[in-house]
């Protein structure tokens, strides 16, 4: 049995995602050398230690950003997230890190077309089954525990992602993009956007979550080195 204050509901899942991606573009911006690493403090969260931004101006920023991510997540329109890295003095996009999100709703039409398919062994399959007496098969609800843990090895290959990724030699920014369902309610303040893509790039698979709600695969997408002009 599992117990009902572990059990995720829609709103906890809701919660756990945008937590996620706070975590996970405050880790991109540290690790990428995007903001100094002096405006950042360290924090205990997923039983790792994170580091978030001090800096004021990013923190309202995400605010805003998060809070409409949550309304658009508990109405199921967002597809996608992607931090895009570009070079202030070049102007090329040089990473784009991408996080697709589904709706898990157990069905075999449940899954976006935007999500990236494939075989790989950084991606886990950690959507747990159970047999019932009937012989059918069910989902075992999760715990907030299991996400956790998987939401752990994700921003340990973010963290770890300096030992594969050029080192970007220019000044940088970042834009974050999400990709919403037409159906969605766009504020005014939000612009249309192109898609950023790079040109000549690797692709690295990074590991992926699911709650009782969502499924977030997560992957990376950069300029080769060799393709700069150094």
Not at 39 to 64: M, W
Not at 174 to 199: C, G, Q
Request: net charge negative; proline share 3%.
């Amino acid at each position: 049995m599992v117990a009902k204050d572990t059990v995720i509901t829609l709103k906890g899942s809701v919660e756990i995602v945008t937590e996620f991606f706070f975590t996970a573009i405050n880790s991109i911006l540290y690790q990428r050398g995007i903001y100094q690493p002096e405006t950042f403090k360290r924090e205990s969260k997923y039983g790792l230690t994170v580091l978030t931004t001090t800096d004021q101006g990013l923190l309202s920023y995400l605010g805003t950003v998060m809070s409409q991510m949550g309304s658009w997540l508990t109405d199921g329109d967002v597809q996608r997230l992607v931090v895009v890295v570009t070079g202030i003095d070049s102007g090329e996009t040089l990473e784009r890190w991408q996080f697709n999100v589904c709706v898990d709703d157990g069905s075999e039409g449940s899954v976006d077309v935007s999500i990236m398919t494939g075989n790989d062994e950084n991606v886990s399959n950690n959507i747990a089954m159970r047999k019932g007496s009937d012989g059918k098969i069910t989902k075992t609800p999760k715990t907030v525990k299991e996400v956790h843990d998987e939401i752990q090895a994700i921003i340990r290959q973010i963290t770890a992602s300096v030992t594969f990724l050029p080192l970007l030699n220019e000044p940088c920014s970042f834009d974050l993009l999400v990709y919403t369902n037409k159906s969605a309610v766009v504020p005014h303040k939000w612009e249309d956007s192109d898609p950023r893509y790079i040109m000549n790039s690797q692709e690295v698979k990074l590991r992926s979550f699911t709650t009782s709600f969502h499924k977030v695969d997560s992957m990376v997408t950069y300029k080769e080195a060799d393709e700069w002009e150094l």
